[in-house]
């Protein structure tokens, strides 16, 4: 039985500009361009394969493999003698052996009194080898796809390149509406695994929300017993699919991957990840960071305060990879020797205090979802403060913006711990740490897994409450 989960609101908006030209048909120029964008095994061909399939009308869907022109021109012709479209067999009676021929024999056996949609896969490929390709785009769209009702999907899992191909000085500038896919969210895995609340976030921590790992993870299942299952199976998706897309993505003189590990060893600071990375060079890193950020594979955080601050930290900005990063990846010898048992047993020592810090950026993407709620405005930035010998940092800075605020709205500690909960010591290191970023009395908040044991907050929330930032019912905390 087909089962899809989450990824209402992306099916919506494709239906919605399918349906928009369902009703432009007729008309001049009646075509709609999406720009789709997200990293690699987060769901973009199966989100559009379900939408297809739910949409039933006539498609056409390629792939690039990123090979010679010849060669992806012959997949092309093969994906249109597959696809539905009525007209397909007219492609075959004129072999194109250019893009440009290509679109145009497109744009004439596209229906022209019905919808269609014709989706090009992995399109920085394509922008990447072959000359001049997005000037054709741009005139092919022009001059003759626009002018059919056709809905145009180009996705892509190269961030940077398909934020380009929309760029101002770029040919196809303003033909195309960007579209970007993460993964699924806390509370997507919630129904999807059959977990509570809490263990969604840990689900989301481990797994990264990637489609194919989550659907190796049995409903109902434990995420220790998962573990144990993954690490047993030498070619789980939980294992495989960070360095596949590491592969991919970094060639190997740009110091990118060496840099990574670094950061998801825990390493934060640009001094620190330099040494941990081998003693690189200032500029050499410089541009190993700025790949990772562009990327987006790495995030760059500055703190939030009233006072300009150029403390930096640098996080594995996936969660998946940041988990593949800390407790695979030096351990993959051992797993492969059929010994996962005690990777499984080290995840276990290091799994509280790891998870403490590695659930912060979700927390706070969470809470920010959920304002304004009990009294706390909407805040346009929601960060973290820290100094430089972190003998003051807050867990929760919530702002008016970022990194330097005009207006503190909001400050707050995350304590994440199964049996612990926050209480009037945790209190007193936030009235604390409060006092050395301000003399305000910015109001208090707390998050935290386990429940609170003090009075003194303006809010708090739990598990439940950041489930629901999610899942659109967007709880008022307590």
């Given amino acids: 039985m087909h089962r899809f989960i989450g990824r209402d609101r992306e099916l919506r908006t494709l239906r919605n500009t399918l349906d928009e030209v369902r009703g432009a048909v007729g008309t001049p120029r009646p075509g709609q361009c999406v720009l789709m964008r997200g ?12 939408f297809l399939r739910r949409a039933e009308v006539p498609h056409l869907f390629f792939t ?38 290509a679109f145009r024999l497109l744009a004439e056996i596209l229906p022209d009194d019905a919808p269609s949609v014709v989706v090009i896969d992995e399109v920085p490929y394509l922008m990447e080898r072959v000359d001049a390709f997005e000037g054709m785009l741009q005139r092919a769209w022009d001059r003759l796809l626009s002018a059919k009702p056709v809905l145009l999907l180009l996705v892509g899992s190269d961030l940077s390149m398909m934020a380009s191909l929309n760029a101002y000085d770029r040919p196809f500038h303003q033909r195309g509406r960007e579209m970007v896919i993460g993964p699924l969210t806390p509370a997507d895995l919630a129904e999807m695994l059959d977990l509570e609340p809490a263990d969604a976030f840990d689900a989301a921590l481990i797994t990264g929300g990637l489609p194919l790992i989550c659907r190796e993870w049995r409903p109902g299942t434990s995420m220790w017993r998962f573990l144990a299952a993954a690490l047993e199976n030498p070619i789980s998706a939980l294992l495989v699919s960070a360095e596949r897309s590491l592969a991919a993505e970094f060639p190997p003189q740009a110091m990118g991957r060496e840099v990574l590990r670094a950061i998801g ?41 009233p006072r300009p601050s150029k403390e930096r930290r640098y996080r594995v900005a996936d969660p998946y990879l940041r988990f593949w990063l800390a407790f695979l990846a030096p351990h993959m010898a051992e797993i492969e020797r059929m010994r996962g048992d005690l990777t499984v047993d080290r995840i276990r020592r290091q799994w509280t205090a790891w998870r403490g810090r590695a659930v912060e950026p979700l ?51 995350i304590k994440w711990l199964e049996t612990s909960p926050f209480d009037a010591h945790d209190l007193a290191a936030l009235h604390k740490h409060r006092a050395a970023l301000t003399d305000e009395p910015i109001p208090l908040v707390a998050v935290s897994r386990s429940g609170v044991a003090c009075s003194g907050l303006r809010a708090t929330f739990g598990p439940e409450e950041l489930l629901g930032a999610w899942s659109g019912n967007r709880p008022s905390g307590s």
């Fill in 39 to 50: 990293r690699r095994r987060v769901g973009k061909s199966t989100l559009v394969e379900e």
């Fill in 64 to 101: 690039a493999g990123g090979g010679p022109t010849e060669e992806e021109l012959a997949e092309l012709s093969d994906a249109v003698a597959e696809s539905s479209l009525p007209d397909r067999s007219l492609f075959a009676e004129e072999t194109p052996n250019r893009w440009s021929a």
């Fill in 265 to 305: 060893a825990g390493e934060r600071t640009f001094t620190n990840i330099a040494r941990a990375a081998g003693g690189i060079s200032h500029s050499t890193l410089a541009r190993a960071t700025d790949l990772l950020i562009d990327k987006g594979v790495v995030a760059a955080e500055l703190p939030i305060s």
């Fill in 363 to 413: 927390i706070r993407e969470s809470l920010a979802r959920i304002l304004p709620a009990s009294g706390l405005p909407a805040a346009p930035a929601v960060g973290a403060y820290w100094t430089r010998s972190n003998d003051v940092e807050i867990d929760l800075v919530g702002a008016d913006r970022e990194p330097v605020a005009k207006k503190l709205l909001f400050l707050g500690s």
